[in-house]
T-cell receptor, first 116, second 114 residues
Framework: AQKVTQAQTEISVVEKEDVTLDCVYE???????LFWYKQPPSGELVFLIR??????QNEISGRYSWNFQKSTSSFNFTITASQVVDSAVYFC?????????????FGTGTRLKVLA | GAGVSQSPSNKVTEKGKDVELRCDPI?????LYWYRQSLGQGLEFLIY????????KSGLPSDRFSAERTGGSVSTLTIQRTQQEDSAVYLC????????????FGEGSRLTVL
């Protein structure tokens, strides 16, 4: 069965610190997709990244980077030199074909607080 | 508009009343999803539409919940005989791709059942 675990409920860091948000997933499929979304205080979820299961190459986008490791079923997200504007709830999600349905399963989210 | 539109943005109702929540996806997006987010919680999958059909209704919490989609576009989530535990933010998302694409979320409909 699909499952996404974000063990960190809340993290507080001081501005300019680096922070890593953990995501561990479970799936029986060989083809699946992993996502990260940001939900700022305003409430609307914003897409950050999508990876497919065949591409384990790590990705960097500005201060954001993602580490995908199939061996540990993890898809961790690192923010370098955090800023107050990074304060939000971050969700990891998994999508796979389950009998013709693509159901995106979300983790419970990690609330990141960046203090000035 | 260019994004996913949901209405109403806020709904306060009395226990036992029926409510309808509407989602207008991005034009051309064939996949449409409903999620529920309770206070401080993650996103709970409710139902998924591909076109007008709903291959998976397993996430609907009870038979008081139903949803439909017409013309491959607008979707309505109906909650009958609302209960206090139905209070949550109901999020709609659409996607142009079947399973592989990013989800575009609306701002949600906040439902409060008194």
């Amino acid at each position: 069965a699909q499952k996404v675990t974000q063990a960190q409920t809340e993290i507080s860091v001081v501005e300019k610190e680096d922070v890593t948000l953990d995501c561990v997933y479970e799936t029986r499929d060989t083809t699946y997709y992993l996502f990260w979304y940001k939900q700022p205080p305003s409430g609307e979820l914003v897409f950050l990244i999508r990876r497919n299961s065949f591409d384990e190459q790590n990705e960097i986008s500005g201060r954001y980077s993602w580490n995908f490791q199939k061996s540990t079923s993890s898809f961790n997200f690192t923010i370098t030199a955090s800023q107050v504007v990074d304060s939000a709830v971050y969700f990891c999600a998994l999508s796979e074909d389950t009998s013709g349905t693509y159901k995106y399963i979300f983790g419970t989210g990690t609330r990141l607080k960046v203090l000035a | 508009g260019a994004g996913v539109s949901q209405s109403p943005s806020n709904k306060v109702t009395e226990k036992g009343k029926d409510v309808e929540l509407r989602c207008d996806p991005i034009s051309g997006h064939t996949a449409l999803y409903w999620y529920r987010q309770s206070l401080g919680q993650g996103l709970e999958f409710l139902i998924y539409f591909q076109g007008n059909s709903a291959p998976d209704k397993s996430g609907l919490p009870s038979d008081r919940f139903s949803a439909e989609r017409t013309g491959g576009s607008v979707s309505t989530l109906t909650i009958q005989r609302t209960q206090q535990e139905d209070s949550a933010v109901y999020l709609c998302a659409s996607s142009p791709l079947r399973g592989a694409g990013e989800l575009f979320f609306g701002e949600g409909s906040r439902l409060t059942v008194l």
